[in-house]
């Protein structure tokens, strides 16, 4: 008896039903579903927790300065002149009026140390000539002396102890500065010499200067006069401000006219003379920032102003760089931070602020209630006292981690302390104190995308086309060699080929630099010229290789070429270029540097071309046969067919190999670690190195202070390179599906 396909059908489902086969199908499908898109929601969750640490550790270098009040109560010192406060902002020493001098415990005002001058004359000026508590005091007679403030610190049972000392480091004597009394005094002192500045009651200004000796057995200092001069000044001086060295000299008035002087040759020199101000202002404070390089002119105006000197075609000028707007009441205290270039200014109604100089940033603003008359922060930035007019001490606690950093310093042009003009610059250390850093980005992201460009430019024809050649041309026996040996490629270790790069092609490169630019010239010459010519050559002889092996017969073609350029390098060096082709690019302004952009090229597109080669072999390889069989049924040609049926069809594979392969070059540490020189710089110059994000991380990671600005923005660093490689991803899927609804339907 006949039985229908459907009953048989039925018969046969029933059986597995019964024995259950149905049941563990289902149950493996969905143990497959859920694995799957529980694999899936691991990736994403593990990409959203990396996004959510790098945010988390960014984040506070934007965050701006808080200001917490602690104490308030009656300072014991009346009209205090000069106030600071030592590093862990438990003491503070202060200066009065009639030159009384005392220690007091911050928290709570106590008197912890009191003392006078061991000179007769009346105290009438005072000058801070370090940040280590060095200091200069004048005298009604004309005469100065120097001394500092000191703190022993010691740790009985294990806890801090405090001991603040008054010393005379260079005796108790007086020096004799002027013949009349000093009504203001400025100075400054360097590792082996000290310069005092004074104007005298004549309005006469007189500068000092003196040489330091030390005693190697007494470890006595003493002071050898070294000049002395005086200056007539066309206007009344207010303010007198001299830089180590010495160096430079300002002569500034209240009306803002300033005069410059130079110490050459053992003289002051003068240099120029300019206005600071507009008509109608007046200079209410000046004094230096952290350095001694930047002027910090405040005005009546409420405004602070940033000066420095800047080497221009006819020497150097002193130009205004940048302006912080507090009020629109007059300055009247300004005091810097002692590790860093920001700065507390104060007005006259007792509003203060706290500022950064490069990063052009107000940080905080807040009311003290009334006219500040001493105004001091301690070296950690993070403890402010100040005393009022109606002597009442208010101590701050103040909060500013980050100061140095802002969008603007990160992604714009700033000018910087002895620079010409505002570039983009990555510099996060140096061997002075009064160093600066700087944290743009732009550089390093600048160096990221040079050297995938450069990498890419080497790697995307020979991939590609290696692929196209591979997939639709090649022998399937000779396809089944060539292709394991390129994939292969991708397991060798990115450090063997820096490794490679740096020591050894680097020196070739520079050693045959005329052969290796005429290699990348003559060898497609010399290929495109073989395959002309065995177009040419007679039947009998092109059949005796077998179909797709052609390729076998570049090897020696390749050989031939690289021999040749190599050869001729030498006599086009030495009649084009005197015999030493970098010598002469130096020559010509072009500046060339062993480990180069050329030589990271090279390297890493080595290491990117196995992973756009195979991507781009499959999507080829994996267009149905029946389309480009029929493109030839229809009488087009391979080439036709390639160009119009195969590659169209595999573009989205082909898409995504570009965009894999720029997103590897974009993430490559080691290669560009160890061939290139690690300049932060901007030049596209092929024979100039670079810095990357990635091989910044690596290099300043180990060296970065967990917490300090430095170690967050290398943090913002991986956070970009992170959005760098999502956005070129993302794009790569867009135009891949576009791609593939484009030609799916083929």
């Keep these: 008896m006949n039985t229908s396909v459907k009953e048989t059908t039925r018969k046969l489902l029933d059986q597995q039903t019964q024995s259950g086969k149905h049941k563990r199908r289902k149950i493996n499908d969905l143990i497959a579903r859920y694995s799957i898109g529980l694999g899936g929601l691991s990736v994403i969750g593990a990409v959203g927790l990396i996004c959510f640490y790098l945010f988390w550790v960014v984040f506070p270098i934007f965050k701006p300065a808080s200001v917490e009040l602690v104490q308030d109560y009656s300072w014991q010192q009346t009209q205090p002149q000069y106030m600071a406060v030592e590093e862990y902002g438990e003491i503070a020493f202060s200066i009065s009026k009639s030159g009384d001098l005392g220690f007091f415990g911050v ?3 106590r008197i912890i140390n009191k003392a006078r001058f061991s000179h007769d004359a009346e105290p009438t000026a005072f000058a801070e000539l370090d940040l280590k508590g060095l200091m200069a005091a004048g005298f009604a007679d004309g005469s100065f002396q120097l001394f500092s403030h000191k703190y022993k610190i010691s740790y009985p049972n294990n806890e801090r102890h405090i001991e603040p000392q008054l010393q005379y480091p260079f005796g108790e004597d007086s020096f004799e500065l002027t013949d009349t ?5 400025f100075g400054s002192r360097w590792e082996d010499g000290i310069v005092i500045a004074s104007v005298g009651a004549d309005q006469k200004v007189t500068t000092v200067t003196y040489s330091i000796d030390q005693n190697f057995l007494t470890e006595e200092l003493t002071l050898e006069e070294e000049s002395r001069d005086s200056f007539e000044i066309p206007f009344t001086p207010k303010y007198v401000l001299t830089t180590p060295g010495p160096d430079w000299l300002y002569i500034i008035s209240e009306q803002g006219d300033l005069i410059a002087y130079r110490h050459i040759d053992d003289e002051w020199e003068f240099h120029e003379s300019q206005s600071l101000l507009e008509d109608g202002k007046t200079v209410t404070e000046a004094t230096f920032l952290l350095g001694q390089t930047s002027l910090l002119i405040g005005d009546s105006d409420g405004v602070i102003s940033q000066w420095f000197q800047v080497r221009g075609d006819n020497g150097f000028n002193l130009k205004k760089i940048r302006d912080f707007k507090l009020s629109d009441s007059a300055i009247s205290q300004i005091i810097i931070e002692k590790r860093r ?12 602020g706290i500022f950064y100089t490069t990063s052009e940033r107000q940080l905080e603003e807040f009311d003290f209630g009334q006219k500040v008359q001493a105004l001091a922060i301690n070296s950690r930035s993070n403890s ?14 103040v909060e500013n981690e980050h100061p140095e950093i802002s969008w603007s310093a990160l992604w714009n042009e700033v000018w910087y302390e002895s620079y010409e003009e505002p570039t983009f610059t990555w510099q996060s250390s140096a061997s002075t104190n009064d160093f600066e850093s700087k944290f743009s980005l732009v550089p390093l992201s600048f160096g990221t995308l040079k050297a995938a460009i450069y990498a890419m430019l080497f790697a995307v024809p020979l991939a590609i086309f290696g692929a196209i050649f591979t997939a639709y041309f090649m022998a399937p026996k000779m396809r089944s060699m060539v292709k394991p040996t390129v994939e292969i490629m991708e397991a060798l270790p990115t450090v063997i080929l820096g490794f490679l790069a740096g020591l050894w092609l680097a020196p070739l490169i520079e050693e045959h630099l005329a052969g290796v630019i005429l290699l990348i010239i003559l060898l497609p010459i010399v290929t495109v010229l073989f395959g002309f010519t065995w177009t040419k050559l ?5 059949h005796r290789v077998p179909d797709g092996w052609q390729a076998a017969l570049l090897f020696p073609i390749i050989i031939f070429g690289t021999f040749l350029a190599f050869w001729l390098g030498e006599p086009v060096e030495s009649a084009m270029f005197n015999g ?3 010598a002469w690019l130096n020559e010509q302004g072009i500046t060339y540097d062993q480990r180069n952009s050329l030589v990271v090229g090279i390297a890493m597109g080595f290491a990117v071309i196995p992973t756009i080669f195979s991507i ?5 390889f994996s267009v149905p046969k029946h389309l480009s069989n029929g493109s030839l049924a229809l009488g087009a040609s391979q080439w036709q067919t390639l160009t119009r049926v195969v590659i169209p069809t595999a573009s989205p594979g082909i898409f995504s190999a570009l965009m894999i392969g720029l997103g590897r070059a974009v993430g490559e540490t080691m290669i560009v670690l160890m061939a290139t020189g690690n300049t932060p710089i901007m030049d596209m110059n092929i024979f100039e190195g670079f810095r990357t994000l990635s091989a910044n991380i690596a290099v300043e990671m180990p060296e970065s202070e967990v917490g300090s600005s430095h170690y967050r923005v290398l943090f913002l660093a991986a956070f970009v390179l ?6 070129f991803n993302t794009i790569a899927e867009i135009v891949r599906q576009r791609l593939r609804n484009k030609y799916g339907s083929l």
């Design 616 to 620: 781009t072999e499959d999507a080829i």
């Design 722 to 727: 992170f959005l760098f490689t999502f956005v």
């Design 181 to 185: 009394a000093i009504t203001r005094l």
């Design 341 to 352: 270039k920001g700065f507390i200014a104060s007005d006259a109604n007792g509003k203060m």
């Design 384 to 397: 402010l006292v100040g005393i009022g007019e109606n002597g009442q001490a208010t101590v701050f606690l």
């Design 107 to 109: 928290e709570d005002g």
């Design 580 to 582: 030493n082709m970098p």
């Design 538 to 542: 007679p039947g009998s002889i092109k």
